[in-house]
């Protein structure tokens, strides 16, 4: 069995789709993926490549994340974008993109965050600050 340093659940809710449930995620040292349990359906998701976030970004840097092959022979891909947001802020958005066992689409999904000032922990976390992010 292989040993996780953290655990998160997130709860999914799909405006025009069947999805409702959560997922289990775990993850090693520093929060990289390594496997994912959509709670709903049972499918495991284990992580194949992991591209770690970097350090730092600034407006206009992206990137690719882990990608996802599940139980059932789906697909997940990430990857994340930082774009320009109203008051100097930025965006930082993830992006999942979701094929089947037959490579037929299943969903896209985006999940964008305001990164303005961070607290000090995020700003460690991430890189992120006010000159790194370019505003």
């Known amino acids: 069995m292989t040993q ?12 025009n789709g069947t999805l409702n449930g959560s997922q289990t995620r775990y993850y090693r040292a520093n929060w990289t993926p390594y496997e994912m349990v959509q709670n709903k359906t049972g499918v495991i998701y284990m ?6 976030l970097p350090a730092s970004a600034k407006t206009g840097d992206f990137g690719k994340m882990a990608t996802y092959i599940g139980s059932d022979g789906s697909k997940l891909t990430g990857s994340w974008n930082v774009t320009a947001a109203s008051g100097g802020n930025a965006l930082l958005t993830f992006y999942g993109h979701m094929v089947d066992s037959g490579g037929s689409f299943v969903y896209e999904e985006d999940d ?6 961070p607290p000090r922990e995020s700003r460690r976390l991430f890189g992120l600050s006010q000159a790194a992010i370019g505003a």
């Open 112 to 117: 964008s965050f305001t990164v303005t000032e």
């Open 4 to 15: 996780v340093d953290n655990v998160s659940t997130f709860t999914n809710t799909i405006t």
């Open 47 to 52: 992580a194949q490549d992991n591209v770690p």
